[in-house]
């Protein structure tokens, strides 16, 4: 078995929500962080995450747009790596933009520690 630490990308604009989710996750997860969407896109090409937990709202470029040029991309990785959606807005119609542009999973700001742990665990397993 792959015995290394997963690596997450983490596209959040806002630098105190990644540190919630640093302090969270990196026990178990190594977490890159980019500060909006068009960084994600390069971090994608050039790290090869496991998943990409990505904001909707980004300067810059938004999650949905950063999503779709991802998953438009020709590698393997692309269309399977899981992206998971986080949100303040967590209405019927932006869970429905967010499966559209091919995330995975739709969370709602703000984040409990534990769903964030369960989720990710569902998509790419845990090191336990």
């Known amino acids: 078995a792959d015995r290394r630490r997963k690596v997450i990308l983490v596209a959040e604009d806002v630098e105190t929500n990644f540190k919630l989710l640093e302090a969270a996750l990196s026990k ?30 980004m300067p810059v470029m938004s999650g949905l747009e950063a999503a779709r040029q991802i998953r438009a991309m020709s590698r393997t990785d692309a269309q399977t790596v899981p992206i998971i959606a986080m949100t303040a807005n967590a209405y019927e119609e932006d869970v429905s933009q967010s499966l559209a542009a091919g995330m995975n999973a739709h969370l709602a700001k703000p984040i409990e520690p534990q769903v964030i742990l369960d989720t990710l665990a569902e998509y790419i397993g845990s090191k336990n």
């Not at 500060?35 to 496991?50: C, I, M, T, Y």
């Open 28 to 57: 178990e997860y190594v977490l890159r962080w980019v500060p909006n969407g068009q960084e994600a896109v390069l971090s994608f090409v050039r790290e090869r995450p496991d998943l990409i937990l990505m904001d909707i709202r």
